[in-house]
């Protein structure tokens, strides 16, 4: 089985540019522009140098050995939370901000939903003095204060969507407007591994660094760099690709994806996207998404903005269908008592997404000795609010 992309831009049976004829001239010039720039000498010393001095890289592989006591196994954490802006979001902003600064582009656009994306976006734009535009629904700058605050103290300028449901597909469609209104100037800059090709295979490369770091970091403190197991939450999926990316030819590695099932898969609030979804096209690729019969998007729900998604990237798509990767769905609660166990066992306040991914560790059985990896894909300064309520 193969897991990287083709050159038609499919993972398996999902992927592809499924794209208005006016987006066309955009993608293709990305397209045939990516890989060339992204991979040049000069373009990695860029930005390895950003993420060693401005994001914080290497982030640590921390040995959790509280955790590990409890589930009877040996569990490293990778801490994308120590990053920059508090999550992995900026590791794929810093390399699209540097490949459209090298494609001659001088306004960059994004849509986010909760608002995590949008201020990596205006971070990296006011580190590279240029102009960012991020749309957002108009329920979510409202659910999402804090975030459309950074935006604008980063210099960014926040545009709402008020069409349909005011939520992140509508900002979708705005950016799109957008993009086919300004071809030549503007930038799109797309913050998971979803969207039309190249999009998921760019992002999943960026990302990369994550499991590129795991690797030797294993090395050093195990004596190899394989670990047993690799957990990781799944939104879009862009943090899962990343620490499962130099894994994914090691059948040896069993890779986990967390997905949220919100107040339960039998309601009707949940993202638990590969339990509900079917095959279709979102946000430009054919993957698996929640719909209805006349193949309208279903609202998805979770407590964490970040998993409030209603598809998955095509990679993950694939990984799925192929059961390359196992998925696992988590609800509100247990991740709710997830973040209470890993705050009080190891100091550390997880993300909210990220605390699905260590509620994971109750659903699997290990062996003695297994070696697992648990991706924290981000900090919980965000989501205190939200703790606070459910504090007993
Ligand atoms: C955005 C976000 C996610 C979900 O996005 P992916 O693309 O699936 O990684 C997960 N964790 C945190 C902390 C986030 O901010």
């Not at 986010?112 to 102009?131: E, I, P, R, S």
Request: hydrophobic share 35%.
């Amino acid at each position: 089985m193969n897991y990287t992309v083709n050159n038609k831009g499919f993972y398996g049976d999902f992927g592809g540019a499924f794209i208005p004829e006016m987006l066309h001239h955009n993608i293709n010039e990305l397209k045939e522009n990516y890989l060339g720039i992204i991979t040049s000498d000069s373009f990695q010393k860029e930005y390895k140098s950003l993420l060693k001095d401005y994001v914080g890289r290497p982030t640590p592989l921390f040995f959790a050995k509280n955790l590990s006591k409890k589930y009877n196994c040996t569990i490293y954490l990778k801490r994308e939370d120590l990053n920059h802006t508090g999550a992995h979001k900026i590791n794929n902003t810093i390399g699209q901000i540097l490949l459209a600064k090298k494609m001659g582009k001088t306004r960059i656009i994004a849509e986010t939903g909760a608002g995590q994306h949008g201020v990596a976006t205006a971070t990296v734009c006011a580190l590279m003095n240029l102009k960012c535009i991020v749309y957002m629904g108009e329920v979510d700058i409202e659910r999402q204060a804090p975030n459309v605050a950074r935006m604008k103290m980063l210099g960014a300028e926040v545009r709402p969507a008020s069409s349909g449901s005011k939520t992140l597909k509508d900002a979708t469609n705005e950016a799109i407007r957008d993009w086919i209104a300004n071809p030549v100037d503007t930038y799109y800059l797309i913050g998971s591994v979803v969207g039309p090709h190249p999009y998921p295979d760019m992002v999943a490369r960026f990302q990369a660094i994550i499991s590129e770091e795991m690797q030797q970091q294993l090395l050093v403190k195990t004596g190899k760099k394989n670990p047993d197991k690799i957990i990781a939450c799944v939104g879009g999926g862009s943090n899962a690709a990343g620490a499962f990316y130099h894994y994914l030819n090691t059948a040896s590695v069993q890779l986990i994806a967390v997905e949220a099932d919100g107040l339960g898969v039998h309601t009707s609030k949940s993202a638990a996207t590969t339990q509900l979804g079917s095959e279709g096209i979102i946000h430009g690729s054919k993957t698996i998404l929640m719909q209805n019969k006349e193949g309208q998007i279903t609202e998805p729900y979770s407590i964490s903005a970040g998993l409030d998604y209603p598809g998955i990237g095509p990679l993950h798509a694939h990984l799925f269908k192929s059961s390359r990767a196992q998925f696992i769905g988590v609800t509100d609660q247990e991740a709710l008592k997830a973040a209470y166990l890993i705050t009080q066992k190891e100091g550390i306040i997880p993300a909210l997404e990220s605390a699905h991914a260590i509620a994971a560790l109750e659903k699997i059985s290990f062996k003695p000795k297994e070696c697992v990896v648990v991706n924290l894909s981000g900090r919980g300064d965000k989501d205190m609010k939200t703790y606070s309520t459910y504090l007993k």
